[in-house]
């Protein structure tokens, strides 16, 4: 990676504002409400909107889909210092993401890590122009925690593997165009040890979804079900049987993700929307007991923030955050939690409106519905207590 | 006085225990939701007018069985575990207490009846705010030449929305809180419907210049807010009885689930963290058990600490349904978000029983002011 | 037991109250405010005062001092309607205990559910007649929650055991006549297996202690070691190898006794303390936090109380409370704890006083560190939550 | 600005921990409390000294370090970790803050070469109830000839038995809120001290007409009530500095016995219930780490946010060390309540560090109010 000295940063940071100040549509500038916002890509890709299409197209010119991969992958090359400005820069101005993509979130990092370059050349040009729609498929029916006791099965026939058994848990598994799988080649082995990691193609001959309604309502969520489904044998990435080892590089990824972000409007509003809510009392909440559990929740939210910052800035120097993911996870979710029951309680009836006009109130109760969710997806709340007691403390087993 | 129940109260408890089993199990819940949120079935209704239900708080000398609220609290409690639909709270719970109690014998005459017969049903119209706060009305009440002239909006009406007539609470020309009865069909009434986040349908009630007779008054001449008080304290006690159904159905369906359910090879409920839990669970619960008991024989005997007692009830209950209905979708994990199962439910419904007739924090600060700090 | 018809009872009840009135002096009325205004009884018994030493001889001839055993071991040979009214007139008005004796609360029950008549004979008349002082040797240095992994051994000898080991916790070693003990008697066996009840005098050659100092100053609790010790065969008490069904039986006693009881007074005074000293604001206490706790803890403390007279209610019609124990020994002891600390947040800086005039301050700040013993002793919390969760809610292992 | 510490910082710190282990590890404690509630070591006091921790937030004006607070906490947190006693919190963190605040140069150049180089000390006198309320003052400095006269007690005066003089809040005439500085051995001051919970000593301290000059006026008209604002949140931060040693110290001595202890033939550290407990703990510490940093920057830089983080750091500090020393002693079971083994030591000093500068619910309440509700 080539270094760039200061000055040659500040003239980027200049140039990336007015390119940017030029290039996104205002359309593009206004925060996302729902996925419906977002560009999904894909083989079957659909704008919604000409400015959602003008802004990807742009992007996609300037080759910042994947600002900071390499550029013989159709990344934008930038370095880490480059590319943190170009995050500052489109936060500055609120430009939203030009494609929302699980296959660079998630599936890219395992690819580099782990694919071969042939693979690599092979799915990370497709993932940088945004024409694979990457879903997931690790859960299955009834594995719940233990991901590792999976039992979607692989046979080696030669040239392919066939693939049966099913998936839970996919989200957009019924839009995407591929599949990244954990199956089991070895049925001798530890649990662990006999699990790989495939890629699959979703219009393959046996693959089916059936979408799963939660209790917030509808939910991209799907089943996946695989019947004598034929994958040739170069879809498989890393080592035969050596699956698990993939898994758990991605599950920390996915922690970080689920955990730490997304909600910063509603910790900023909590005491706000009380205020407008709850009866005052020389300006204070009167409600005392909604008080002192908002002042908690806002006490917990900003020295939450603070944490996520102080190990980011110790990851830099070297200090290894990375079981630290766990704790991200945990207690960001159990924020999310937390914050949605205060927010039902300080709205009261409103916020507990399921159906009529009040499209606000109507979201807000889907959203605590579906946060009941962040405890339990991408490893339970109780799998990463153990994770932490185990890896971070040392606790014996 | 023990606070256990007596033979009769057991046995009104284990035959509603089988009546809803067999009539009303959760899967009937899932069929009104599914069939647009369909408030209740009108059979079930009339057969639980048939099994007397309707008639167990109503003294004598109108024809009730003055079984009194303990056994009430029996047949809620085990509604509760059922999710059953009925407006048994609504009509009987609080409006049928209000008219026995109140002085007003033509309302009570006309009324009662029909009442505890099935054929018509009442709501209990007070809530104006997002939060839970009886005295403070603003429907007005203005006299008139032959009564009253009401105007104001109503909120929250439970089983408002297919009732016969409402007892609704207003403020008087000379500032006082008063409740009258007001026939859902009298010209200025309009109700729209809501569905809230537990399927039920509450109405919100608008009325416009609605003209009511003065025997139309149910509440005397500075009595209103006793009355109220007195109907707000049975609406918090009945409705803790039927939350006490909800915690203790989900927490058993969640036993059964740790006791089944396996991961890692072994059964959850190995699992010593999740067994504290359940066991922490446990203990709250038994501590609901005795207070909503306790409560029940205040309303039955007329304690003089039935305001501390319905308070300690509701805010306890609050907590512990919370408690209960998230730990029972945490522990039932993936499968416990999805529609597919029914433990979603006790969640959803817990979250509105928890701001009905006051929630957590509003009547643990009662309790403290009646306690006078 | 002879049954009592209800006129019987209520003539009971009068005279009752009139021989109390006429026998209770005033300063036996008066609440017990620590161990020293307890009589204790024992080989070389002291009174307190005249008082105590007339109440207890009063007491001891009307055979009242274990009012509900049998006559032939010096009991009152009352029935239980009986006892219960004498129990309900003592409190009525305020009548002390004639002595405080672990020997009748702990074990006498065992006794009387495992011993020979012989030994019944031999021991439970000193019992009734105050003249001796038993104390406990269950846990051990080392053993702490995993009570039956206790190593003090009793070897037979032919006539007699000879004893070696320790005991931790014996609470008024140092002053007691008896000890009953748990030890070892088979090595070989399941641990469980291998333990018996033992009767040892403290007289005997061999056996020293030595006191515990707590983090709340001095303590009754004595270190107890045996340092070969003899013991005539006949005091062992029960089966040989089976005395862990005694310990189980004494326990859910014991757990009784800690859980419940004792701190009515300042259930009661919490939110009047908490007005003496905190400011208010139209009559409520302002520091809102500090009310909510307030709250919650009376809320609790008042539902628990309920719950010991509901399950004792339900006792009575022949459901089985022994498994709920635990619950009572686990929340009533987590509600001291938590009590303690609200009530030292009450009262700021005084309740912060270790050492200086301020009496009750003293007395409180060492309750609330004493109370820190009370979720570890007598099976710490941890343990009632397993036995919960096992018994009561059979939970798998 | 990155939220860690930079290589200066961090060596400071090792230090400070090589350094206390050596020469005031928690033995050292016990010691001086057995030895009739010893306050302090003069000798290790002179070493501190030496170290130059008593000049590390001194301005190179008044040749201190200007090291900063960050660094300063720094030493109090490695301090905290071993229950170290000294008036370094008293004398340099509060009284030195202050004297270095003010405009007062008089006062400066008597005072701060003299509390730098540890011959004298002062301790800093504003607690006059059972809990904290330091703007609501009855102390008064009525205005005499050629300056005040102060009447009043303050309480919980730390160090301030043995302190050579105090810096005293006091009412003026017109009602302002002003800070004076007293000589221990005026006229008028009597001293009384108390042994706290925590083995410390405290004093309450009378002033009986204690004449002073108008030059030990510390504060300028108008702005004492700026200035004590100032002095308590440096106070509230850089307690909860040495709160963070306490909490991390009586953490890792418990995850060490979790580790060794073994119970019914395992580890206890083994069993899942108490790795949840022990996972919580490690997260709420997590915060605690970030909060404290945050605040000690915030000193440093004359953040415009101090209030708000000087109450989010006491708030959390003391909300985490009652959670940490409650769970550490009862992790350590029956040996955890006895006087032999230290851990205890750390529940002490955590009741009397929660209450000092503001407990919990002080600070969760002024949190409250910054943010205007």
Same mark, same amino acid.
């Given at each position: 990676m080539e270094t760039t000295t200061k000055t040659n940063l500040e003239d980027f940071r200049l140039e990336t504002r007015k390119w940017l100040e030029e290039n996104c549509p205002a359309s593009m500038r206004k925060p996302v409400r729902d996925s419906n916002d977002f560009f999904w890509g894909g083989r079957n890709a659909q704008f919604g909107s000409e400015d959602q299409k003008i802004w990807f197209e742009r992007m996609l010119e300037k080759k910042w889909?994947?600002?900071?991969?390499?550029t013989k992958y159709g990344g934008g090359g930038l370095s880490n210092e480059e590319n943190n400005i170009l995050t500052q820069e489109m936060a500055r101005l609120g430009c939203r993401k030009p494609i929302f993509s699980f296959g660079i979130s998630m599936l890219g990092p395992a690819l580099h890590k782990f694919a071969s370059e042939e693979q690599k050349m092979r799915f990370l040009p497709e993932i940088t122009a945004g024409k694979t729609w990457w879903c997931q498929g690790y859960s299955e029916p009834n594995a719940g925690s233990d991901? #590792? =006791?999976?039992?979607t099965k692989a046979e080696d026939k030669g040239d392919h593997y066939l693939i049966n058994g099913s998936k839970v848990w996919t989200s957009y598994a019924d839009k995407s165009d591929w599949i990244f799988c954990l199956v089991r080649t070895d049925f001798e082995a530890p649990k662990h040890n006999g699990i790989s990691f495939l890629l699959i193609d979703m219009a393959s001959e046996g693959v089916s979804t059936r979408p799963i309604k939660l209790i917030s309502g509808k939910s991209p969520f799907c089943e996946t079900f695989f019947d004598n489904v034929k994958v040739p044998k170069e879809n498989l990435i890393g080592t035969l049987n050596d699956g698990w080892s993939i898994a758990k590089y991605l599950l920390t990824h996915e922690r970080q993700m689920i955990g730490g972000v997304g909600e910063t409007d509603i910790r900023q509003e909590l005491h706000k929307t009380a205020k407008a809510y709850l009866p005052l009392q020389d300006g204070k909440i009167s409600d005392g007991v909604l008080r002192h559990e908002i002042a908690v929740q806002e006490m917990n939210d900003s020295i939450f923030e603070m944490t996520i910052q102080r190990i980011m800035d110790e990851a830099k120097t070297g200090?290894? #955050? =990375? #079981?630290l993911s766990s704790f991200f996870k945990y207690y960001g979710t159990e924020q999310n939690v937390s914050r949605m029951e205060l927010l039902t309680a300080i709205t009261g009836s409103e916020g507990l409106q399921w159906e009529g006009d009040n499209e606000d109130a109507k979201v807000q109760v889907r959203r605590l519905c579906r946060s009941k969710g962040n405890t339990i997806e991408g490893g339970t709340s109780e799998i990463q207590l153990g994770i932490i007691s185990k890896r971070i403390l040392n606790l014996p087993s | 006085m023990t606070l256990i129940l007596n033979e009769e109260q057991k046995m009104l408890k284990d035959s509603a225990n089988e009546f809803l089993a067999m009539n009303s199990p959760v899967e009937k819940f899932r069929t009104l939701r599914d069939e647009n949120y369909k408030p209740f079935d009108k059979e079930l209704w009339q057969e639980i007018v048939e099994m007397g239900w309707t008639a167990l708080t109503i003294p004598e000398q109108y024809n $009730?069985?003055?079984?009194g609220y303990v056994g009430f609290g029996q047949v809620l409690e085990e509604m509760g575990k059922c999710l059953t639909k009925a407006p048994l709270l609504s009509s009987i719970g609080l409006c049928a207490t209000a008219l026995v109690k109140s002085s007003n014998e033509e309302l009570k005459n006309n009324w009662i009846p029909e009442l505890m017969n099935g054929t018509k049903h009442m709501a209990f119209a007070q809530d104006e705010? !997002?939060?839970?706060?009886? !005295? /403070?009305?603003?429907?007005t009440a203005s006299e008139s030449s032959n009564g009253y002239l009401i105007n104001g909006s109503k909120i929250m009406v439970i089983d408002g929305g297919s009732a016969d007539a409402f007892i609704v609470t207003a403020n008087t020309s000379d500032n006082e809180t008063a409740l009258f009865v007001i026939d859902s069909k009298a010209e200025g009434v309009t109700i729209h419907t809501e569905t809230l986040l537990d399927a039920g349908t509450y109405a919100n009630i608008h009325f416009n210049q609605v003209s009511i007779k003065n025997e139309d008054r149910l509440s005397d001449k500075g009595k209103g807010d006793e009355l109220l008080n007195y109907i707000n304290n049975t609406a918090a006690i009945c409705l803790s009885a039927e939350m006490l159904g909800i915690v203790t159905e989900a927490f058993d369906q969640t036993i059964a689930y740790l006791q089944e359910r396996q991961q890692f090879g072994k059964r959850? $409920? /190995?699992y010593q963290a999740l067994q504290h839990r359940a066991a922490k669970l446990f203990c709250e619960i038994e501590l609901c058990k005795s207070v909503v008991i306790k409560a029940l024989q205040a309303l039955d005997k007329g304690d003089v600490n039935i305001d501390k007692l319905a308070s300690l009830a509701k805010a306890k209950l609050g907590e512990t349904i919370k408690l209960t209905t998230n730990e029972a979708i945490q522990m039932h994990g993936g499968i416990g978000v999805t529609d597919d199962v029914n433990i979603g439910f006790y969640f959803k419904r817990a979250r509105v029983a928890q701001r009905l007739f006051g929630d957590y924090s509003y009547h643990l600060d009662r309790y403290a002011r009646l306690n006078a700090y």
């Open positions: 889909i994947v600002p900071y991969w390499d991901l #590792a =006791g999976l039992q200090v290894n #955050a =990375g #079981a | $009730g069985l003055d079984f705010k !997002t939060y839970f706060d009886p !005295t /403070s009305i603003e429907t959850i $409920g /190995s």
